[in-house]
Structures are given as C-alpha cells and as structure tokens.
C-alpha cells in the first residue's frame, strides 16, 4: 500500500518538473525549448516559447475564474483560452472549481463538467485539482469526490469547513475524516481552508493528522498568518504535503520558509508576477527586487479585491481576453469608477513588468 502512495506521489510530481522531450506545449502552442532565445520569462499565447521549470522550483498555482456567455453559462472556449494565457505566465498547476470558479453557484453536473474540460484540455501537462467534498453527509462528499476524481484530476480538494460545524472541536473534525478516508480508497487528496461556509483554519493538530496520512499532498493555506504558516512548515517537512499560499502579503516570506507556491486571487489579474516571485524567491541576486514587488502586490491585494471576481474579468478583457464580465456569485455591474481604477492598476502592472525585465503575456 505505501509502495503504491510512493508511486502516485511521484506521478504528481513528474508533472511538476520539465517534460523529458524538452518540449512544454500550451494549448496549440507547441516548440522546442532548444530553439529558445536566451530571455525567455514570459511567453505569447500566440506562438512563443514557455519557459521549462527547475526541478525545485516554486510554483505558481493559479485558482481559475470561469468564463461564462452571455447566457450565463460557462464558455467552454474560453476556458480553454484562459487555460493557454495561465500556462504562458507560468503556472505550473491548476486548481479548479474553486471558490473563484464560483463552485458553490454550480450544480454538481457543472463541477464536474468544468473541472473534465480543465484536466483533458490540459492533458497532463501539468498537475490539476478541484473540490470535491460536496454533499450533506460524510457519504455524500466521498461519493461526489469519487465522480471528481474519475475526471482525471491529480488531487481531489477537501473543503476544512465541509467537515465540522463552526462550532465543532478539533477531535470531530479529525472523525469526519477519518470517516471520508474509509470511503475513498487511495485517491490523492489535499484540502482548503476555504473561506465558505466559513473559514475554518486547520490547527496544527488537524494538520500533523492529516500529513500522516500519505495520501494527503496539497494544501492551500489561508490563515494569512505567518506565524501558522510556519508551523505547518515545520510539520510537513520531508512529507508527501505540499503548502500553496494564498495570502499575497505573506507570499514571499512563505516561500523562502519553505511553501512550495503561491495560489492568491491575484493570479487572476497579473500571474506573470507571481510566477517571477515563485522562481526569485531564493535568488539572492534578486532579492531587492523581490522584496519590492512583494510590497506592491501586497498594497495592490485591497484594490482589485473589490467586486471580485468581476473586477478580474475586466481585467483579463482588458488584458486582451474574450471574456464577458459576469458573475453568478456577484451580479452587480463594475462601477466606472472602479473601472478606472482598474486601469491605471493595469498602468502600475505594465511598470512592474518593466522593472523585472518581463514580458507580459499577449493575446
């Protein structure tokens, strides 16, 4: 049984390091790493290369918006389309059907649709996962994980608030997984402190149980807390676990202490600025830069929060994406005013691309 996590677990990583070819393919973008110029940081989704990762290196995980028509139905095409322009700004993941896949405002039927396009559009070039704890009892959230993970994904996402009452101990919690694990068999998993229901920050108890358990290999953190963060560090160090934050402010101190990426709603509007973080983390000879532009995302984070996930719509239309700025979980239409502010972060954005020798994706 251990023999068979060891494998899975480097399957999963495989597809974190360069393909053996030498050669990284984004949608129907497709070239030779040998035939790379020698600056090559950013990519067009129109034909240019993608630049391979280093085996170790930090990952940026994007936590996809979904595209819908005019109809309010997801865009398929588009999906696909926003997958390309992830890819060329360097993700080397993806997590979706998330909170900003707006997941609680689809059915079970479109969870699973959405997440089936991601993982065969992606076909195996890079890792994928997606939520799949939904349902009222313990075996309800394994049946549906199951159905998420027949999808092809790498990883099936567990909801920490899905598995205790606001008001439940620590020892519930650990139950209700113990319980989920008896009905789920081998398949990898990883969790989320999402904020929805409500924010359940795993403790370092519930997060020493869930490490031990070796199928257990991803967690997006959300405490935005240093501090925790450090903790649950210390605890998965030299474990299958991998820890992607999703707080900006914290993100390079996380990084350097050891988190494997960072997977903040950001990603959604410059993710070409977290994948250069990601790979500058350690890089002493960058380190003035990257604790500048740490400070920027940082200060940044509050503005284009605002209306999300609208606000990143608009910014990715005007990024040069065919996305229509609607949501299902916030339908009120983006004030002028804030598209102006939008604006002149897009200005700030190009600055910032400018000072890291980056260039941004086009389209």
């Not at 807390?225 to 934050?245: A, T």
Request: glycine fraction near 6%.
């Amino acid at each position: 049984m251990k023999e068979e996590n060891i494998q899975s677990r480097r399957a999963f990583l495989e597809k974190m390091t360069p393909l053996a070819s030498g050669i990284f393919v984004a949608g129907s973008i497709t070239q030779s790493l040998a035939q790379a110029p020698e600056n090559t940081d950013v990519i067009s989704v129109s034909g240019s290369i993608i630049k391979a990762p280093e085996i170790d290196e930090k990952k940026f995980i994007p936590v996809m918006v979904t595209p819908y028509n005019m109809n309010s139905r997801i865009d398929f095409d588009q999906v696909s389309r926003l997958v390309d322009f992830y890819l060329a700004a360097g993700a080397k993941g993806f997590f979706a059907n998330c909170l900003s896949s707006e997941m609680y405002f689809m059915d079970d039927r479109e969870r699973i649709a959405l997440t089936q396009h991601v993982v065969k559009y992606i076909n195996g070039r890079v890792p994928v996962v997606s939520t799949g704890s939904f349902g009222r009892k313990i075996k309800d959230k394994a049946d549906f994980t199951k159905k998420i993970h027949d999808t092809g994904v790498d990883a099936v996402i567990l909801i920490s608030s899905h598995f205790a009452e606001k008001g439940d101990s620590d020892d519930i919690m650990m139950k209700n997984f113990e319980r989920f694990f008896e009905h789920t068999g081998e398949i990898r998993l990883g969790t989320y402190e999402c904020p929805s229901p409500y924010k359940r920050v795993i403790s370092p108890e519930v997060f020493k149980f869930l490490v031990d358990n070796e199928r257990l290999i991803y967690h997006k953190d959300t405490s935005e807390d240093i501090k925790q963060i450090e903790v649950k560090l210390d605890l998965l160090r030299g474990s299958q676990m991998e820890l992607y934050n999703a707080h900006t402010a914290s993100g390079l101190k996380a990084l350097q202490m050891g988190a494997k990426g960072m997977s903040p709603i950001s990603g959604n509007f410059y993710p070409e600025i977290h994948s250069w973080l990601c790979e500058n983390a350690d890089n002493q000879s960058k380190a003035a830069d990257a604790s500048w532009i740490q400070g920027e995302i940082a200060q940044m984070e509050p503005v284009i929060s605002k209306y999300y996930p609208i606000s990143s719509k608009y910014f990715l239309q005007k990024r040069g994406l065919s996305i229509e700025i609607i949501s299902r979980s916030n339908k009120r239409a983006l004030p002028i005013e804030q598209k102006l502010i939008l604006n002149d972060v897009y200005k700030t954005f190009l600055g910032w691309c400018e000072r890291l020798n980056i260039n941004p994706v086009t389209l």
